[in-house]
């Protein structure tokens, strides 16, 4: 018996992975979460049946959230998290000395703690003191919010149905960078420039309208259909953010993917893009 | 009803895209050549069961397999293309008015009859009388070639598997640096970085072994399993190729994908490919 899982988008196109094992099925208030195992990646994430992150390809997406904004933001002493529940994204945030509190806010609990359970090859410092994770609305989280504002913030949502349908939203950027400091840097995943290319433009125009400076960048994520991503950087900033040496310097050895060179390289548009944009 | 046909990679992954209608079906000695209209790219080539090339996606793969070379070598008089039979390449190739003989050495008439018929969307420019189409196998054309030595080789097969096995071995590529002018350059595609990572860096180290320099770059190809694709620039020069203004600005405007930003990009080499190299 040959067992697969195939995540279908918009009837047009899907992507499967040869299943070898299921190991957790829930259901919260907000998706359904699985976990199984796969031949290609190992432990594997799926909310609500669409691919989220696994063990063989997690640091692609975890390094090109992360990286491009903690490198060159001004400051990074206070990094929030929205969605990211399956760590990934703290961990290589937790990886900076200057980093002093992470604030993790992923609305589904459990999220969370099947991850902590499952994806233990993570590796995610879930008890490192600088660490606070809270189980809410992140959209509520920063309407609300009243405390020191932000260095850094870092959108990790799933796509823009669903749960985490008000991360692309105006309004929830607005918010964002109310809640920043002057300098502050806000990192977002922005969708697939080439299947969801629609999407990716429009996220990327909504992010435009809300801060001065705003540019997309792109990486290889294996495991979600199509197989190239998008994530944007955004700040008050009057130019684009460049690397600092010595945070690069502080984490640049132990990434697997992110580099010196593919922080500058990401940033390069095609010219189908160039033109949409 | 719903027709998919999934193209499945090693018994692990699985893309498949949504079938509208089937346009063609015919088996050559060689393999089998299937034509058919995906929701998601238009009319699409398939060569035993595996999605090779279609009207919404060409360029990418086209573009990145052809422009760094022809934006870069010393001479772009004389140029041989090995396989690309669907003429996505020789088409981009044409586009320069330095080049004066292209060569298309197909193994399979059948794809390029086929591609004649079906592809017409790809706008190949099949009667522009510098370019010679044979229908015969690469590796035994450069093997008894006498001719004037080629400026450009461009390498443009399927997988390491099936006819186009060849097109990735050491005797291949010494010959086809015996073919070249001195200063003369090679490009091939050279398998996804990601999940035909063996491949990947066994034919990279293969080029490295023949030629004194060989950089694998990367791009999108949203029609390949996993959807970043890898391309190896070889030469006998000293040091990396850059693009000559003069043909940058000939070609850049009327490309959909490369531009001078995306050509020094595409060169980044992620940690975990510079590790393994």
Redesign the interface.
Known sequence: M?L?F?ETFQ????????VTKTLFHGQSEYQSVDVVE???WGTTLLLDGVYMTSVG?E??YHEMLVHPALTSAPSIKRVLVIGGGDGGTVREVLRYREVEQVILCEIDRLVVETSQQYLTEFNVPWNDPRLKVLCQDGVAYLRDYVGEPFDVILVDGADPVGPAAGLFESPFYSACRARLQPEGVLASQTEA???MRDDFVRIVKTLRSVFPNAHPY?G?V?I?V???WSWTLASNASAALTPREDRLTQI?AG?????R??H?????????L?KLL
Chains 1, 2 share one sequence.
């Open positions: 040959s697969w195939d009837g047009r196109v899907r992507l499967g992975f040869h796969t031949e290609a390809d640091y692609h420039p080439t299947l792109f290889p294996p979600y199509c197989g190239t640049e990434c697997r993917y992110y580099n060179d593919i500058r390289a990401a940033f390069a548009l095609p010219n189908d160039r």
